[in-house]
């Protein structure tokens, strides 16, 4: 219609028309073009990794980025339950911010064909190296696949420090703060981003489908460490003889040592031969069967005493407490086992809340008997009582807490490497106390998990109840105030804790445990099926023998009826 015959002005009309092209009213008006769509990510090849930056933003904590310094395709290997499919084996560094502190230095097995999942491995003792990317979990079973034959990408680093001759007994990287925190947990963050990093840019991918973390010992510690600092970043761990407050044990174990190193206390093979046999007389068939195996550790731990024990009907005290020979115990080698039964209470703030350490499970235990033929027996001696009595310095065949506790308080408490580390007292500390306070908050982890069961993690532990180097009775600490927060039900929802009878610090004589735990957390965190009816298996003490694992406190006792050596001849009771 003309406006002008309708009586309205002319320039009214053109501010009007003006005003409608302002509001976008204009129907007749092309539309604007969409913006075009980012290209799609592309997956990058193995080899165009090599050299590649990991930008320090892309790392949720401090560092000044990392490098790729090595991409290699490695072929398929090996066949059945030892398959290895090819993969990409990735080696990088992340830079410290401070220029004194050394490289992280980490792994990262990308296979081929891809599960969309992760695995990060942790390490042990103080750290030092790489995991084997390509190897298993802890405790695996030889007769599944590992992590990485399953199609996982798999990464590990060394923590933070390359360790030296000693190898995961090397403290010497504690003078360094920065050292001293990846140590204590930043290094799992920073190799954790780094690793997404490179799986994102290999697959073109936003991230794994599902983030687990297996690791023993330290690794455990790491492992429980992992979830409780960075809860979004896992959906379930396998944590195998978690030293999760590792200053005290370390203060706990300083204690062994000091009292092993007293005139006349160490004791030699023949003596912890004599000890193991005398509680196994005393203790075995508790648990309804005699088999070799303390399953009853709890109760054996309260009528077991050395000073009044018996072998064959033999006191197994030395007559007048004094040591006249290899077929019995002086009074001085009673009291050090007596010791390290018992509880270390720290007599001093610890800024991690810690007041003290349980005592070991030494009843029953392989404390390193070299005369024992198997090719693991070096391996228990060496982590256990070792060859050589504690003393200053700490002798090479000297116990693995004893040396671990020589690097620690020269390097790391006291800053001073002539310093006699067995006039420590880990009770009273006196000097070092405030040093040690501080170090306790690295290496003591919080059991506030909160975050990670509301976002439903899952979470399993084990231990061996024949372990004196990290003791079963603090794992049992950890799941019981698990269960002071979110209540047994509550717990159960989330975790589940197994004991295993004769099993040491992950290696044993008498039982070597394995299970196949990453296939029971696979189905509780993917499928909903919580862990039932698990079966561990021995390899080395009686091969092929089973066991029920119990849930905690429960221990499995013999049924009355049936093969010795079969966990169906089991029933799990409190």
């Not at 339950?81 to 097995?109: Q, S």
């Not at 799986?199 to 687990?212: C, E, L, N």
């Not at 005398?278 to 399953?295: N, P, R």
């Not at 927060?485 to 992950?506: I, L, M």
Request: charged fraction near 15%; glycine fraction near 12%.
């Amino acid at each position: 219609m003309n406006a002008v015959k309708r009586g309205i002005p002319l320039s009214l009309t053109f501010a009007f028309a003006a005003l409608l092209g302002a509001c976008g009213g204009d129907d007749d008006s092309p539309a604007e073009a969409p913006p075009p769509a980012p290209p799609a990510p592309v997956a990058m090849t193995c080899a165009q990794l090599t050299g590649m930056a990991i930008p320090a933003a892309q790392i949720g904590l401090p560092t000044k980025g990392g490098t790729v310094t090595e991409a290699l395709v490695v072929a398929a290997a090996g066949t059945g339950a030892a398959a290895l499919p090819e993969y990409c084996r990735v080696t990088g560094t992340i830079a410290p911010v401070d220029t004194t502190a050394t490289n992280i230095t980490f792994r990262v097995a990308l296979p081929t064909t891809w599960n969309t999942k992760a695995v990060m491995f942790g390490g042990g003792g103080f750290d030092g190296s790489i995991p084997n990317v390509a190897g298993n979990v802890p405790a695996g079973p030889a007769d599944q696949l590992t992590p990485l034959g399953r199609g996982y990408a798999v990464f590990a680093s060394d923590s933070g420090h390359q360790a030296n001759a000693l190898g995961s007994l090397d403290g010497s990287f504690l003078v360094n703060e920065e050292a001293l925190r990846n140590f204590g947990g930043n290094a799992l963050k920073k190799t954790r981003d780094a690793a997404v990093f490179l799986i994102k840019a290999r697959y073109a991918v936003a991230g794994p489908s599902r983030s687990y973390f297996a690791g023993g010992s330290t690794g455990g510690r790491e492992a429980l460490s992992g979830v409780q600092r960075w809860p979004a970043d896992w959906e379930g761990v396998i944590a195998w003889y978690p030293s999760w407050n590792q200053a005290s044990a370390m203060l706990g174990g300083h204690r062994m040592s000091r009292a092993l190193a007293q005139p006349g206390a160490y004791p030699n093979t023949a003596k912890r031969s004599l000890i193991l046999a005398a509680a196994l007389e005393a203790c075995d068939a508790l648990d309804g069967v005699a088999d070799g195996l303390i399953s009853h550790q709890v109760r054996c731990n309260a009528i077991f005493d050395p000073a009044t024990a018996t072998l064959n009907g033999t006191p197994v005290r030395c007559p007048g407490g004094a040591d006249t020979g290899d077929t019995c115990l002086s009074d001085a080698q009673i009291t050090a086992l007596k010791t390290i039964d018992t509880e270390t209470v720290f007599n001093f703030f610890l800024a991690s809340g810690s007041r003290g350490y349980p005592g070991y499970n030494v009843w029953g235990a392989d404390l390193g008997i070299t005369t024992n033929p198997s090719p693991l027996q070096p391996t228990v001696t060496f982590l256990n009582f070792g060859t050589a009595q504690p003393a200053n310095p700490a002798p090479t065949g000297a116990p693995y807490i004893t040396r671990q506790l020589d690097q620690a308080i020269r390097f790391g408490i006291t800053g001073d490497t002539s310093f006699n580390p067995l006039t420590l007292d880990p009770e009273n500390p006196g000097p070092w106390a405030a040093r040690i306070s501080e170090i306790s908050t690295q290496l003591d982890v919080s059991t506030d998990v909160s975050a990670f069961v509301a976002k439903g993690g899952k979470m399993l532990l084990g231990h061996g109840t024949s372990d004196v180097l990290v003791s079963a009775r603090a794992t049992q600490q950890y799941y019981q105030r698990l269960q002071a927060q979110f209540g047994p039900s509550g717990t159960d929802a989330f975790a589940r804790y197994y004991e295993v009878p004769g099993y040491g610090h992950a290696v044993s004589t008498i039982f070597n445990a394995t299970w196949d735990s990453l296939t029971a957390l696979e189905r509780w965190v993917e499928q909903g099926t919580a862990p039932a009816g698990q079966v561990t298996t021995d390899t080395a003490g009686v091969p092929g023998r089973t066991r029920p694992l119990c849930d905690y406190p429960k221990r499995p006792r013999y049924n009355g009826a049936g093969d010795v050596n079969a966990a169906a001849s089991f029933v799990c009771v409190n």
